[in-house]
């Protein structure tokens, strides 16, 4: 996109010294990037850093710079506001409307996006006070992060933790794509998302697999649980994308171990997507010792299917092993041939499998897998396709959820009051 106005505020907690990293991506992608730091902040990272990372004067007063109205400038310019930490005591100011510094005056004057960024003690976060704030910015539609859970300040551990940078980056960044990507209108749902690629052990070094990357599961998770879903992420073999915030994640190998903890999960699901990219065979037998060349080249490996466990979990919606309104997501990476091209085979496999949506993916060429973006269409089972314009992977799962939260039956979602 074209260069963007970002205000970067800074609350007065330890986790200050990461939203160098979130001001430098922002830098270096060409944006404006004005600094707002509280007053508290300045005590863990200085306003010479600020200046340095941003390329702009740092202030924490309204009456610097007066004659400019710095708060309703700045704030009318906006493309989008990101505040990170965003203390209890910044949460709680924000929540009531007050304007006693440069920050919360801003946050009065804009119109654009809002991401705040909590980070805080387990006890602060789960307070009443600070779960009424959170519910009472959300409800007048900023987009207030879940924190991770992990290690917090001194030998404490528990929700509160700050979101690493790259993930804050990445949430911003689809705000900026599309304002209304993170509406808080999945709360309440238990979702099950599967993510990368299988591996099948031919012995002790080898396997056979696939370039899935993870990326395309790992944004559903990370924007379904910043929508408020509950997430549990099943994740096979990935690039490293970086685990979400707040979602629960089940390390996988095989095409089977894949099944069967999805088949599990799915019973108090009320969501499932098949993100995954799952071996279509495995070897019929491991070997128990590395496999050498020998001198009469490689034998040969003898395979068998493995099992298919989109169509598995709609078989067991029919069969009652899983409640009759779950709603079952599927993907597929396909590429065109003499047959039909990549949606024909996708409205095939559709028909194939029984499930309430497939998204679809042309790949090969560089496409869909290992890249940072994608492209593709939704199918659902009552006949609708809806185009996924280009763009990232992210704000393809932005797209994909709204189509999901639709499915989702009524009383499975309590948006925030």
């Known amino acids: 996109m074209s260069t963007a106005h970002i205000v970067i505020g800074v609350g007065g907690g330890i986790a200050a010294y990461k939203v160098c990293s979130v001001i ?12 707002m730091p509280t007053r508290n902040a300045l005590n863990f990272v200085g306003a010479a850093t600020f200046e340095a990372l941003s390329g702009n004067p740092v202030t924490t007063e309204v009456f610097d710079d007066v004659d400019q109205v710095a708060h309703v400038a700045l704030g009318r310019q906006a493309d989008l506001v990101v505040i990170a930490p965003a203390t209890a005591d910044l949460l709680a100011r924000a929540a009531s409307g007050r304007a006693d510094d440069l920050l919360t005056a801003t946050l009065l004057t804009v119109s654009c996006p809002v991401l705040l960024v909590p980070a805080m003690h387990t006890e602060m976060w789960e307070h009443p006070a600070t779960v009424a704030n959170v519910a009472t910015l959300r409800s007048r539609g900023v987009t207030v992060m879940t924190p991770a859970v992990g290690r917090l300040t001194g030998a404490d551990t528990g929700a509160g933790r700050m979101p690493e940078p790259t993930e804050i980056a990445a949430l911003g960044d689809l705000l900026l794509d599309r304002p209304d990507a993170l509406p808080y209108d999945l709360s309440g749902v238990r979702m099950v998302i599967s993510a990368g690629g299988t591996r099948e052990a031919l012995d002790p070094v080898r396997y056979l697999g696939n370039h899935s990357s993870g990326k395309q599961g790992y944004a559903l998770a990370r924007a379904a649980s910043q929508r408020g879903a509950d997430v549990t992420l099943v994740s096979g073999a990935t690039s490293n994308p970086g685990d979400p915030a707040s979602v629960r994640i089940v390390n996988v190998d095989s095409a089977r171990e894949m099944q069967r903890e999805m088949s599990e999960r799915a019973v108090d699901a009320d969501v499932v997507i ?3 990219a799952v071996a279509d065979f495995r070897p019929v037998s491991v070997a128990d010792a590395k496999i050498k060349k020998g001198d009469d080249g490689p034998a040969p490996i003898v395979l068998d299917t493995n099992p298919d466990i989109l169509a598995g979990l709609v078989r067991d919606r029919t069969d009652g092993k899983i409640a009759s309104d779950t709603v079952i997501v599927g993907f597929a990476a396909e590429t065109g041939d003499e047959h039909g091209g990549v949606l024909d085979h996708g409205r095939a496999k559709l028909r194939r499998k029984g499930c309430d ?14 890249t940072e973006d994608n492209t593709g269409w939704v199918l659902s089972a009552d006949g609708r396709e809806t185009g996924l314009p280009f763009g990232s992977k992210t704000l393809m799962a932005s797209r994909i959820l709204d189509e999901v939260a639709q499915l989702v039956p009524d009383g499975r979602v309590h948006p925030a009051d």
């Not at 430098?24 to 992608?29: D, F, G, I, L, S």
């Not at 949506?357 to 290992?370: E, Q, R, S, T």
């Open 357 to 370: 949506l497939l998204i679809v993916n042309a790949v090969g060429g560089g496409k869909a897998f290992g």
């Open 274 to 276: 098949m993100a995954a």
């Open 24 to 35: 430098r991506h922002y830098t270096e992608a060409g944006h404006d990037v004005r600094v």
